[in-house]
């Protein structure tokens, strides 16, 4: 939806060529004009009704934008071409006001030979080419700066024009052979984005040589090969504020025109001029040239793919290119969002579809992109990936980056670099073999706990290696990439598989879980370093699925320093079992102050690798909140000094769709209130708004390090949480979740010791071994477990083996033996938000997830559903320390509150209606009480959710609640014993309902003790209740006086729940029914108590009254049923149209007892 927010016009006048603003100016039929012909070009969209028409008009002119779903694309039309699209019978659209602005703008910027004016970000063609000298310069062992051929304008005077150059990055004192990617940028020289981007890329590559291991191994073993410029001559055009898109070839159309040139991705040889898709007409924004590889620019990038790859597919169009051939294509272009792979000439799959689509799945998957075959988004002929992968066999794609040509620069630098980048580090790992390994799984987030960093370790350390193997990394917006379980995982030292001198050594690893049976695994291996030569080394992971697929590499460091420190463990956690000591706060950063904007979970499966704690900040409602922020803090003991202290954890951000680019989420740490962050900045990570109607956005798994230098022994306070600046709708919402944070350092040797393996011991052992060897004995958590015994230790942390500082604490999980199949594990039962009642403070899930705890004005529910039946019993123990307004359990079948009651509300100062008041209540002791209710006594009914509530929506919200060994269970009633016994003494109407197919106006049943109503000598209602006189019955509303809540204007119907029976049985239910009869009605006045045997599908009646005067008394209806009956009762009681009745009934001592033999 369209956020009525203000809108603020961009500082740079060239946006008008943006169709965002034609957008926002209101463009309708009446405001627009046929144009007088203009000089070379106007922007209109022009509407179509099906996609067939729209692929004939983008085979002849390139859309600007594409709008399948609204019916239109955006165009860039010459007069001819204006009048051509009229002829056709199409509706046209152009803001002639338009003309007198994008006039003045382009007059108003004259061309820069180093700027672009308005667009600081984006470096012209010689800036661009200086860049690219630069680091053939500083780095010439790993780049070289190679001329390949001429621009247009160049073969026609030398002393203009650009040389065409080709960036070739690749470590050349490591020999080869050596796969090889080819990427090309700006050949449509308006598309903004596509050099810089590209150029950025090399500078990444060569400055995190020896820095970043992937990095450094693509170089090592990779030739990069990058045409920054593919279209200089055009490029310097748009470079002045005009959409230039082809060559500047003045034979073509007129040499003055601004139309002139020829396309250049309709000019290479491959299916020339064969399809329509491209255009004869020379002022055609996709005129395809004068020959096929007419144009210099062709000719030199079809060169040096003749001279760099083999030609490895055959002539036919069905010819496959075989699994194991090498080589990537890339050709960078914008806008659009898609990630497009061959043919565009035909709608027929290429004969390598699968295996193209299955990478091209891959690549999107980093930057968001809609993956699909090129003729997905208009027919092309003569193309760049056509001919790369037609002639040559490469794999080839186009990457579609951003929303228009002139990119803002906050966008390309926000959206298009940090989502591009890792996709094209993707594309330079396939390059070996990239008809086969997007098929296997991404080996992502490595880590190795020590040596990481220089100056390194000893090489004796023991070195533990993690990672994740994960199958599922493709984006499925078009269609979905079949995915299998991980199946082995493994790592090189050193040196790769493809090397074969010295022989590569494959190590495994294994799973965290004990097994390879998810799409998703956390892996590990402890590295011995015995042996290890100083300084850097190199550690390869990949992993394999089920179906026989390896992955992609990745790789991470270690570094030896045999003069080095010690290396130990300071803390870590996983969040498997609990919060290892970490407690939930609101506004933790940038003095935020909404509380109720912010909240705290821990997740017991949405971890990295299991277990998590989440941050949510956002949603509720549509309130502009600015600032919302909550964090999760540890303190943490040094017990003695600590140098070169290393922090790491695992985070993955995910902000919601539709914020706006002035809105942004961060993950951040604080160590003591100093904020730590990537590079110069004070997050871990950010994610800015794409804008209203953008998707939601997501990091990823990533793994965040930073180095704290040297600690002095104290406490040290550590928070991780998110930050979001501005919210505006209850649909914005953005989420942290951290995993695996380890704090390591270095020592002496002198004070630290190991950490024995106590796992199997029972827990008085364990803890005096930690103390044996001057360890302390830390947090100790209690979890149910199947085949461990009961006190007996389950884990440690850290693990048996670490070396930690003497007096460090140990935590332990002891278990509690098997659990009973009914008890509610809060670890495995997620939650969400139940109505809106749930606002802000900490839920948290405790004791092996045996207990929920909550704090502040939280209402949950289970997302999992129950059925609730009569023999339902719900049994827990409970305890509060802080009162609130209530506190209470129950089940709710729907998200509403109040339609119903359903909360037993078990303590509080509030007095609610809307739930049931159990008795006896907690009494506040600060201790565990024990509580059972019956519910199916209450309501019945399947798809009932388990909901549980600590509320308090005013002061200081420290109230507080523990459910502790929730057991949801059905009480049958042993052989030989009643099914039910129903006094109505308590547990309320136990069950029974006012039906909704009652009609009357006053006189619904209740439970309470009726007062003896006589009129006119006719007694109808009764004192008391059947049993004791004085006691409770379930009768026609409370009154003690004629004519006040008896039954009036209709049918009063209530319903028991049903009661399944075991064995044959005896009936009885005790009633009353009285009525002073002031005239006839038949139809309308009657009584009448029925039971079924199948549910409530059919009734049989027990009693029926006419239309008489009866006195009231105490009777008996009794029945026999039979095992397997479902039984129910049901009891109708109707004051007709005739005046003067007074109507009452009850019912009372209901029971379903074995029949006596």
């Known amino acids: 939806m369209l956020k009525l927010r203000p809108l603020f016009m961009h500082k740079y006048i060239l946006i008008l060529f943006s169709l965002a603003v034609m957008v926002l100016s209101g463009l309708t039929g009446s405001g627009l004009a046929a144009p007088e012909a203009f000089n070379d070009s106007q922007i209109v969209r022009v509407y179509f009704d099906d996609r067939q028409t729209a692929h004939q008009i983008a ?10 779903e609204t019916g239109y694309l955006v165009l860039e039309v010459t007069t001819d071409e204006y009048d051509r699209l009229l002829a056709a019978g199409l509706r046209v659209e152009v803001d002639d006001s338009r003309k007198a602005q994008i006039a003045a703008a382009l007059q108003a910027v004259a061309p820069a030979a180093q700027a672009i004016p308005g667009f600081g970000c984006y470096r012209t063609v010689e800036e661009t080419f200086a860049t690219a000298e630069s680091i053939a310069s500083s780095y010439p062992v790993l780049a070289t700066w190679t001329d390949i051929g001429d621009s247009w304008q160049k073969t026609v005077t030398s002393n203009s024009g650009y040389d065409l150059m080709v960036l070739r990055l690749t470590n050349s004192a490591v020999s080869g052979p050596k796969p090889k990617i080819f990427i090309t940028s700006a050949i449509h020289a308006r598309e903004y984005t596509t050099a810089e981007l590209m150029t950025r890329m090399a500078e ?45 070839n003045t034979d073509y159309c007129s040499p003055t025109s601004n139309n002139r040139g020829a396309d250049l991705n309709r000019n290479f040889d491959f299916k020339w001029d064969c399809c329509g898709g491209s255009s004869r007409n020379e002022c055609s ?31 036919g169009d069905n010819d496959p290119v075989a699994n194991d051939a090498s080589g990537i294509y890339l050709d960078i272009h914008s806008s659009g ?21 299955t990478l091209g799945r891959k690549l999107a998957f980093f930057n968001g992109h809609e993956p699909k075959q090129s003729i997905g988004l208009y027919p092309t002929d003569g193309t760049t990936t056509s001919f790369a992968y037609g002639d040559m066999g490469l794999a080839a794609f186009t990457y579609e980056l951003g929303t228009e040509f002139f990119e803002s620069c906050n966008y390309f630098e926000n959206t298009i670099v940090p989502d591009n980048t890792p996709s094209l580090i993707y594309a330079m790992k396939a390059a070996r073999t990239p008809y086969m390994t997007p098929a296997g799984p991404d080996a992502v987030n490595l880590t190795v706990n020590f040596g990481s960093l220089p100056p390194g370790i000893p090489a004796d350390t023991m070195v533990t290696l993690s990672a994740a193997i994960d199958d599922s990394r493709y984006n499925n917006s078009n269609g979905t990439e079949p995915t299998q379980s991980i199946a082995a995982a493994e790592y090189y030292v050193d040196v790769p598989p493809w090397v074969t001198d010295p022989t590569p050594v494959a190590l495994p690893m294994s799973a965290v879980d004990g097994g390879f049976n998810s799409s998703v695994e956390a892996v590990q291996a402890t590295i011995d370093t015995n042996g290890w030569s100083e300084g850097q080394h190199i550690v390869f992971v990949r992993g394999q699925d089920a179906a026989g697929n390896w992955g992609a590499f990745s790789a991470v460091f270690v570094y030896i320093d045999n003069g080095g420190q010690i ?63 909550g964090g999760w803090q540890r303190s943490v003991t040094l017990s003695a000094p600590a140098f070169d ?41 950010q994610i800015v708004g794409n804008g209203n109607g953008g998707g939601a956005q997501s990091t990823g798994w990533q793994l965040f390090q930073a180095n704290l230098g040297n600690l002095a022994a104290g406490d040290y306070s550590f928070v991780f949480g998110l930050y979001n600046n501005l919210k505006t709708y209850n649909n914005e919402s953005s989420v942290v979740v951290i995993d695996n944070v380890m704090l390591t350092g270095f020592s002496d040797g002198a004070d630290l010791v190991t950490v024995p393996d106590v796992a199997g011991m ?42 930690v500082v003497s007096g460090s604490a140990v935590d332990l999980v002891v278990s509690l033996g098997p659990a009973s199949e009914e008890t509610v594990n809060w670890d495995t039962t997620p939650t969400e938000a139940y109505s809106n009642q749930d606002n802000s403070g900490t839920i948290e899930a405790q004791d092996g997830g045996l207990t929920f705890y909550m704090q502040g004005n939280r209402w949950r529910r289970t997302t999992d559903t129950y059925t609730i039946t009569p023999q339902t019993v719900i049994e827990f123990e409970f305890m509060s ?7 209470g359990i129950g089940f709710d079948e729907d998200n509403t509150l109040t339609n119903a009651p359903r909360i037993f509300n078990l303590y509080g100062t509030q007095n609610w209606s809307a739930d049931i008041n159990w008795t006896p209540r907690y009494s506040g002791s600060g201790a565990f009480e024990s509580f059972t209710i019956p519910v199916g006594q209450y309501y019945t009914g399947s798809g009932f959710h388990l909901v549980v509530v600590n509320d308090k929506d005013s002061g200081t919200l420290d109230n507080n609640s523990w459910f502790s060994n929730v057991r949801i269970f059905e009480d049958t009633p042993p052989p030989g014993s009643c099914t039910v016994e129903t006094d109505f003494e308590s547990g309320g109407a136990n069950g029974w309902i006012n039906n909704a197919a009652s009609t009357c106006s006053t006189g619904t049943f209740v439970v309470g003790t009726p007062t003896e109503i006589v009129n006119s000598g006719v007694t109808t209602q009764l004192a008391g209740d059947h049993t004791t006189g004085s006691g409770n019955a379930f009768f026609t509303a409370v009154n003690n006086s004629a004519g006040v809540n008896d039954v009036d204007g209709g049918n009063c119907i209530t319903e028991s729940p049903a009661y399944p029976v075991d064995e044959d049985s005896d009936v009885s239910v005790w009633y009353y029914h009285g009525q002073r009869d002031a005239g006839d009605d038949p139809a309308g006045d009657f009584f009448l108590l029925e039971i079924s045997t199948n549910g409530g599908t059919t009734w049989s009646p027990l009693v029926s009254v006419g239309d008489a005067t009866v006195d009231a008394a105490w009777s008996e209806a009794t029945a026999a049923v039979s095992a397997g009956d479902d039984v129910k009762f049901r009891v109708q009681v109707s004051d007709g149209a005739g005046p003067g009745d007074l109507v009452e009934a009850g019912i009372d001592d209901v029971t379903i007892c074995p029949a006596a033999p």
């Open 59 to 68: 085979a002849w002119i390139e859309p600007m934008e594409s709008n399948y």
């Open 204 to 248: 990444y590559l060569v400055n995190n040589y020896i820095i970043d291991a992937d990095a450094t191994w693509l170089l090592d073993y990779h030739e990069i090969h990058l045409m920054l410029q593919a279209n200089p001559d055009g490029r310097k055009m748009a470079e002045t504020g005009l959409l230039w898109r082809k060559n500047t």
């Open 285 to 315: 924004s996709t005129f395809h040239g004068a020959d096929a590889a007419s144009e210099p620019e062709t000719q030199a990038i079809q060169n040096y793919i003749f001279a760099e790859f083999p030609d490895q597919r055959g002539d």
């Open 337 to 357: 969002r898609l990630l497009l792979w061959p043919w565009g000439w035909t709608s027929n799959p290429a004969p390598n579809a699968s295996q193209l689509q």
């Open 567 to 629: 290396p130990y463990t300071i803390f870590e956690a996983d969040f498997n079992i609990n919060t290892d000591g970490f407690i939930y706060a609101d506004d933790t950063f940038r003095g935020t102050g909404a509380p109720a904007y912010a909240e705290g979970t821990r997740t017991a499966s949405g971890g990295f690798s299991g277990g998590g704690l989440q941050v949510t900040v956002g949603g509720i409602d549509n309130a502009d909140i600015f600032g919302m922020s």
């Open 645 to 685: 202290v290393n922090l790491s954890f695992n985070y993955n951000l995910t902000q919601a769709s539709d914020y706006e680019s002035d809105e942004f989420s961060q993950a951040l740490v604080s160590v003591d209130g100093v904020l730590y962050g990537s590079g110069a900045n004070d997050y871990v990570a």
């Open 762 to 803: 029972d827990q008085a052992a364990a803890e005096a071994a930690i103390i044996d060897v001057e360890l302390t004995v830390g947090t100790v958590s209690t979890t149910n477990s199947s085949t461990v015994p009961p006190d007996v230790v389950i884990s440690q942390n850290p693990a048996a083996g670490t070396l």
């Open 881 to 887: 320390t802080s009162q609130g307004e209530i506190h």
